[in-house]
């Protein structure tokens, strides 16, 4: 069966933008089983930790869909 292939480049999330990690969550959570994403960089923004020490960064939509993604093994 064929699969999709998406890719994503210079998300840049960071705790300040939420718009970026919920619609980095919703990519991630619309691909099928077979589907595949190709990260292509800049998944975080240079600032996210080293300026933003105040935040959760697990609490970035974004970045809990990514990790959900790996605990299922993909």
């Known amino acids: 069966p064929p699969m999709a292939v998406y890719f994503a480049s210079d998300v840049?999330?960071?705790?300040?933008?939420?718009?970026r990690g919920r619609r980095l969550a919703r990519?991630?959570?619309?691909?099928?089983?077979?589907?595949?994403l190709v990260l292509g960089g800049d998944v975080?923004?240079?600032w996210f930790a080293a300026r933003q020490?105040?935040?959760?960064p697990t609490a970035c939509p974004?970045?809990?869909?990514?990790?959900?993604?790996?605990e299922r093994g993909r």
């Open 12 to 19: 840049h999330l960071r705790l300040d933008r939420p718009d």
């Open 53 to 56: 020490s105040r935040g959760d």
């Open 27 to 36: 990519l991630v959570e619309s691909l099928g089983p077979d589907d595949r």
């Open 44 to 46: 975080c923004d240079f």
């Open 62 to 70: 974004g970045l809990a869909s990514l990790a959900r993604l790996a």
